[in-house]
T-cell receptor, first 113, second 115 residues
Framework: KAGVTQTPRYLIKTRGQQVTLSCSPI?????VSWYQQTPGQGLQFLFE???????NKGNFPGRFSGRQFSNSRSEMNVSTLELGDSALYLC????????????FGEGSRLTVL | AQTVTQSQPEMSVQEAETVTLSCTYD???????LFWYKQPPSRQMILVIR??????QNATENRFSVNFQKAAKSFSLKISDSQLGDTAMYFC????????????FGQGTRLTINP
């Protein structure tokens, strides 16, 4: 079974631009979550989608948005990029259920100049 | 809100030694899961071990085991016979609520295994 796939792996943007990151979950997984990882703040939850509906949202400004498609693939978008948005963005998928166990992709490393 | 605390930002041991990583958490739930995740330098986070709170027996996965103290809300990870490939960031985590797919992570412990 293929794992969680994130694209692109690396990208460089300048302040004010926008970026779209993509995540393909493990086949059969309907829940997709996004996390931002930085050295200072650690792992912070962005949002979770389940069956195309946002089910949970973290404390991030409205510049951060996401969506999920009918095939469970998910995208997240960051508009009007700021230097502080430089981070590793991790996507995780889950089969749902009580355990809460997540399966992570390798991440998309975003650098904002 | 749930909180997860890892008090050791960095640890370093020699190959083949045993090392214990500490984690404390806070929850008002009676039944819940706890996890240790490993993030090697290649970055992909993988699950190391999980513990279900209502089970008295500590979880074990090969060289990895936990010391789960429910009353103290402590969940430490022991790595026996450490190997160079164990070098990674280790994160303790728990779901925000039972059944929730949102995990609350600790700040992580950077573990280095020296040859």
């Amino acid at each position: 079974k293929a794992g969680v796939t994130q694209t692109p792996r690396y990208l460089i943007k300048t302040r004010g631009q926008q970026v779209t990151l993509s995540c393909s979950p493990i086949s059969g997984h309907r829940s997709v979550s996004w996390y931002q990882q930085t050295p200072g703040q650690g792992l912070q939850f962005l949002f979770e989608y389940f069956s195309e509906t946002q089910r949970n949202k973290g404390n991030f400004p409205g510049r951060f948005s996401g969506r999920q498609f009918s095939n469970s693939r998910s995208e997240m978008n960051v508009s009007t990029l700021e230097l502080g948005d430089s981070a590793l963005y991790l996507c995780a998928s889950s089969a749902g259920g009580f355990t809460g166990e997540l399966f992570f992709g390798e991440g998309s490393r975003l650098t904002v100049l | 809100a749930q909180t997860v605390t890892q008090s050791q930002p960095e640890m370093s041991v020699q190959e083949a030694e045993t090392v214990t990583l500490s984690c404390t958490y806070d929850t008002s739930e009676n039944n819940y899961y706890l996890f240790w995740y490993k993030q090697p330098p290649s970055r992909q986070m993988i699950l190391v071990i999980r513990q279900e709170a209502y089970k008295q027996q500590n979880a074990t996965e090969n060289r990895f085991s936990v010391n789960f103290q429910k009353a103290a809300k402590s969940f430490s990870l022991k790595i026996s016979d450490s190997q160079l490939g164990d070098t990674a960031m280790y994160f303790c985590a728990q779901p925000e609520a039972p059944g929730a797919q949102k995990l609350v992570f600790g700040q992580g412990t950077r573990l280095t295994i020296n040859p």
